[in-house]
């Protein structure tokens, strides 16, 4: 079993950053892929970037490419989405999920949750 922590979420301004991170326990995280999904209200969950297990190779949802940036480091058990330039459409419940044997960005795959952190962006 995965135990999945989100943190940085937050209020921020258009143009502002944030960073999410995402800790793991129960399991090390070197054997799984990572990837981060939104949702914002009334809208469905949507997948926004993922990286394997090595971290070398990464993909991103189109709204999100070149403003987003996906990474890991296994020694700390921990993952990290860098969002640059923010828009208010960038606002929803970020969460980070983990998955044993897919890496992609269909949102059913992922085998683990965290409970999400709320990102909001004013205009």
């Known amino acids: 079993q995965v135990q999945l922590v989100e943190s940085g979420g937050g209020l921020v301004q258009a143009g502002g950053s944030l960073r999410l991170s995402c800790a793991a326990s129960g399991r090390t995280l070197s054997s799984v892929a990572m990837g981060w999904f939104r949702q914002a209200p009334g809208k469905e969950r949507e997948f926004v970037a993922a990286i394997n297990w090595s971290g070398s190779s990464t993909f991103y949802a189109d709204s999100v490419k070149g403003r987003f940036t996906i990474s890991r480091e296994n020694a700390r058990n921990t993952a990290y989405l860098q969002m640059n330039s923010l828009k208010p459409e960038d606002t929803a419940v970020y969460y980070c999920?983990?998955?044993?044997?897919?890496?992609?960005?269909?949102?059913?795959?992922?085998?683990?949750w965290g409970q999400g952190t709320q990102v909001t962006v004013s205009s």
């Open positions: 999920a983990a998955s044993d044997g897919y890496f992609g960005s269909s949102w059913f795959h992922y085998n683990y």
